[in-house]
Nanobody
Framework: VQLVESGGGLVQPGGSLRLSCAAS????????IAWFRQTPGKEREGISC????????YHRDSVKGRFTISRDNAKNTVYLQMNSLKPEDTAVYYC??????????????????WGQGTQVTVSS
């Protein structure tokens, strides 16, 4: 099982980025997928998650209305569309996978499989 994130970078406040999480070793719809982020000195937090059972999604309040998680099963890839980015969104973003059917639980628990992370910096 391998997860590879891409799409991070430097963006100005108010801008957009789309992160990708490419899965291999399993089909992306077999596991629930989570996007976590981490800043120095803080714990990793789950921000957007999608369920493997019913495609339901969960977004943390801090990103609700700005971030959208989606899945393209044909490409075995999960995306995180991030709009209206703020400086406080600056973090290393990780995708993670586990067999947890609840999207909200996926964002709270610590998934088993992790990618290597991609840096997102929001700054003018």
């Amino acid at each position: 099982v391998q997860l590879v994130e891409s799409g991070g970078g430097l963006v100005q406040p108010g801008g957009s980025l789309r992160l990708s999480c490419a899965a291999s070793g399993f089909t992306s719809d077999y596991y629930s997928i989570a996007w976590f982020r981490q800043t120095p000195g803080k714990e990793r937090e789950g921000i957007s998650c999608i369920s493997n059972s019913d495609e339901s999604t969960y977004h943390r309040d801090s990103v609700k209305g700005r971030f959208t998680i989606s899945r393209d099963n044909a490409k075995n890839t999960v995306y995180l569309q991030m709009n209206s980015l703020k400086p406080e969104d600056t973090a290393v973003y990780y995708c993670a996978a586990d067999y947890i059917s609840s999207a909200q639980a996926m964002c709270v628990m610590y998934p088993y499989y992790w990618g290597q992370g991609t840096q997102v910096t929001v700054s003018s």
